[in-house]
């Protein structure tokens, strides 16, 4: 392009005083940002919310080994905002209820997605952008528990409140609890407490257990969660193998265990390590063994649909835990599950479920404090008890933890033949009952943190 | 002495040194491209919204400049890839994550403590891997941030808190001042500006001709009685320096050490931004560092989960067609339209501009 030099032409010159504009325009945003304080903080995060709507974060992994978890925690996580603005699904059975089905204290619902690529690093950056950029008044969502804890953080640091997604380890409401996150999965504190007494039933009270763990925080917490509960029945723990993140080669620690005077076999494994191990175990003849004149068990302490799906004929018969599963009767699942049956197609899985009650809960905890405040409906939702979330009984989310309380299921995988639908996967041998798996605050330490963020 | 244009051909030490007027020119430069570099990125906050960014995307940008141009003093000049850059970034990132959570809050402290673990740590690793060239060096260094990975999450993870981070850390602050927002982005800008100009420096000293004429023929040069073997490792500890600088500004910035700050990705990472922007050139580098990191936070949200498959197709994109990175992009345009080259293109490996008689080719060694 050629250009005769004479001066400013207008064009160029209405470009320009544009630019100045928009350059005007967006600086006073960062000096001023939080010039509205209220209430006892200086600022919360991205309070106050102008205009009609408000935005929700919608923070799952997209890419990385828990994928396929993300992908259907944002088809729930999506239904949800659906429900929150016109009505729909859990609305119908929750109490207490304050959502009207049009939105929350008079918005629109919209969400703004980040991936957290199963990397607490990634994970932290993406919810930094969705709150800096997107103002996001609330995220949640994820797997693993390392990408858990850290936003938690973060979320305490931006004075944003952070509803958790899939996340087992104790460390999450245990030593790392933070007052901006809330978690409603269980822990493996509560798998231990429900499965222990199931597998000293079905399997006799003097076994002797080999653990395979994966080396990583989540994978200690399960097998310090399941050794204390089965040496409480009288199990002896007589090995713990620790096993790379992600290996796909077993047999050098199954060997190991064929040695050991082991009789169970416990997989302290998750996604594709389970898939892997199990597996491998069965290909080793595990499950055709008998030692101590008694048959070897294989027990997954933390079972998902993609574990069971993936493993196939292997899991027929051996026990886990779940947080949730689709077959549950009650009004709240049931609601929850043709809303999402008729969205999707298929139904949804524990890691859907989750995020799913996380986000309305959390709109629902705004609607009841009236304001979207945070410290306001953080106290809302401390010690606050609801029903109709898709257990059978009542439900508390603990003020001094976070940590929310409500039946777990005890299943074992479901024989190929014994299957109505290829998500038909899982048998519950049985529900227990919230009081059982709820465990004094003083179990583990830690500190929630100010009201105010920092 | 005078240069002609049969020594630039034999590949041999370019030999600035006596293209005095050359020199003269980039001294007459330097101002111009400092004061326009520190402008640019000290607007950032004003200029990143307007693109779809934020605040902290900008800080971010800035914290991997640094990196990348430490990245680029060892590779760009000297022309040693090293794969393991990541033990720098991530063993500062966890002196830094150590002085937090159980000594000091103070930033000053901590910063001390994180240079000072980088110099040990680069020491050790260039002592052992600065003995090869080439891959050897590349695998050596890998291997020596894949070791230091192991140990963060094996025997050291009742320190380090293993797969999920350094947590409960303290918030740093400089005398009572909170590193948070624009403070610690005006801080890494700074240093940023700071690190540029004495890489610019650097670049333009007799100690840049050494570490360019390494890269050119380092035997040739041992040979005129140079100890090759010093300005090496001097290269290597100043371009560790630079990685150790950003760990320590990432926990600073954010009071959480990921074990993905240790991890070869990161390694990885360095290098392709260092490849997209432009290799030896200083802001090609911290170029690429914003394009990967503007593409990995933003332009990830808009494309959803297909966003790595974009990304590494605009990588192999621009080593097919771009080879020189996006700063190369410019050197096309400029010949495009009809003006002659007169630089040697030394972010190129393969590839060289040979003056003739007949005007500028291209050529492949």
């Known amino acids: ?454 | 002495m005078s240069t002609t244009s049969d020594d630039r051909s034999a590949g041999g030490i370019a030999a600035p040194a006596g293209d005095r007027g050359g020199i003269l020119e980039v001294f007459k430069r330097e101002p111009v491209a400092l004061a326009a570099f520190t402008i640019v990125i000290f607007s950032m906050p004003l200029w990143i919204p307007v693109l779809g960014g934020y605040e902290g995307l900008a800080t971010l940008i800035v914290i991997w400049g640094i990196f990348v141009l430490g990245f680029d003093i060892l590779l760009g000049f000297t022309g040693y890839l090293s794969f393991g850059h990541a033990a720098f970034f991530g063993g500062a990132a966890y002196v830094t994550g150590f002085m937090y959570r159980d000594v000091s809050d103070n930033v000053i402290v901590a910063f001390v403590a994180s240079q000072v673990g980088t110099l040990i740590l680069a020491v050790v690793i260039g002592l052992l891997a600065m003995r090869r060239t080439g891959i050897y060096f590349s695998i050596l260094t890998l291997a020596f941030a894949e070791m230091l990975f192991a140990a963060a999450l094996s025997i050291f993870a009742p320190l380090t808190g293993g797969y999920d981070g350094m947590t409960r850390l303290q918030e740093p602050n400089l005398f009572g001042v909170k590193m948070d927002g624009l403070t610690i982005f005006y801080i890494a800008a700074a240093m940023l500006a700071i690190g540029y100009a004495m890489a610019l420096r650097l670049r333009n000293s007799p100690f840049g001709v050494m570490l360019r004429a390494i890269k050119e023929n380092p035997m040739r040069l041992e040979y005129t009685g140079i100890n090759v073997w010093r300005y090496k490792m001097a290269a290597f500890i100043i371009s560790a320096h630079y990685a150790g600088v950003a760990g320590f500004l990432m926990v600073t910035y954010e009071p959480y050490v990921a074990t993905k700050f240790l991890h070869w990705s990161t390694s990885g990472e360095v290098v392709i931004m260092s490849v997209i922007g432009g290799v030896g050139t200083l802001v090609g580098p911290i170029i690429g560092a914003g394009f990967v990191l503007y593409f990995q936070n933003v332009v990830q949200a808009v494309i959803g989960e297909q966003w790595r498959l974009i990304l590494g197709l605009v990588f192999v994109f621009v080593v097919a067609f771009l080879p020189g990175g996006f700063v190369d992009l410019a050197r096309m345009v400029w010949k495009a339209t009809g003006n002659r080259l007169r630089a040697r293109r030394h972010n190129v490996p393969d590839m060289e501009l040979t003056e003739t008689k007949y005007g500028t080719e291209e050529r492949l060694r």
């Open chain 1, 1 to 454: 392009m050629t250009m005769t030099k004479k001066g400013a032409s207008r064009r160029s010159v209405l470009r320009g005083s544009a630019a100045l504009a928009g350059t005007a325009l967006v600086t006073p945003h960062f000096f001023v940002k939080n010039a509205w304080a209220q209430g006892e903080c200086a600022t919360v995060g991205n309070f106050p919310v102008e205009g009609p709507t408000v935005t929700f974060g919608f923070n799952v992994p997209m890419t990385g080994a828990y994928a396929d978890e993300g992908a259907d925690q944002l088809r729930a996580l999506q239904l949800a905002q659906k429900h929150i603005n016109e009505g729909g699904g859990i609305l119908a059975t929750l109490q207490p209820l304050a959502l009207t089905g049009q939105g929350v204290l008079g918005k629109q619902v919209v969400h703004v997605t980040g991936d957290t690529q199963t990397n607490p690093d990634a994970a932290r950056q993406s919810a930094r952008r969705m709150i800096e950029r997107d103002g996001v008044i609330m995220f949640c969502g994820g797997s693993s528990s390392a990408t858990a804890v850290t936003r938690q953080y973060l979320a305490q640091e931006m004075g944003i409140v952070y509803m958790h997604g899939l996340t087992h380890a104790n460390e999450t409401t245990g030593v790392d609890r933070r007052r901006y996150g809330f978690r409603q999965f269980f822990n493996t504190h509560m798998t231990g407490l429900a499965l222990g007494p199931i597998l000293a039933n079905e399997y006799g009270g003097d076994r002797a257990a080999f653990h395979l763990t994966a080396d990583y925080n989540w994978g200690h917490s399960m097998s310090g969660s399941i050794k204390d509960a089965t040496e409480a029945q009288g199990w002896n723990t007589v090995g713990n193998i620790a096993t790379p993140l992600g290996a796909t080669d077993y047999s050098q620690f199954l060997v190991s265990v064929l040695n050991s005077d082991a009789d169970v076999l416990i997989l302290n494994h998750y996604g594709n390590d389970m898939v892997n191990s199990v597996t491998q175990a069965v290909q080793f003849g595990m499950r055709d063994l008998q030692k101590n004149g008694r048959d070897v068990q294989i027990v997954v302490p933390l079972y998902s649909r993609l574990m069971a799906r993936g493993a196939g004929d292997n899991v027929e018969g051996v026990f886990g835990t779940t947080n949730w599963n689709w077959t549950k009767d009650n009004p709240g699942a049931l609601a929850f599950v043709s809303a999402f049956e008729e969205e999707y197609g298929f139904p949804p899985s524990q890691a859907a479920h989750t995020a799913y009650v996380q986000c309305i809960l959390y709109a629902n905890a705004c609607e009841m404090a009236g304001t979207f405040y945070a410290p306001e409906v953080i106290r809302t939702l401390e010690g606050m008890t609801y029903s109709g979330d898709g257990y059978d009984s009542e439900s508390l989310y603990r003020a001094e933890d976070h940590q929310s309380f409500h039946d777990i299921l005890v299943v074992r995988g479901k024989a190929p033949s014994a299957r109505t639908s290829e998500f038909d996967l899982l048998q519950i041998v049985d529900t227990v009952p919230r009081s059982v798996v709820e465990y004094p605050i003083d179990t583990f330490p830690g500190e929630l943190g100010e009201y105010c963020p920092a």
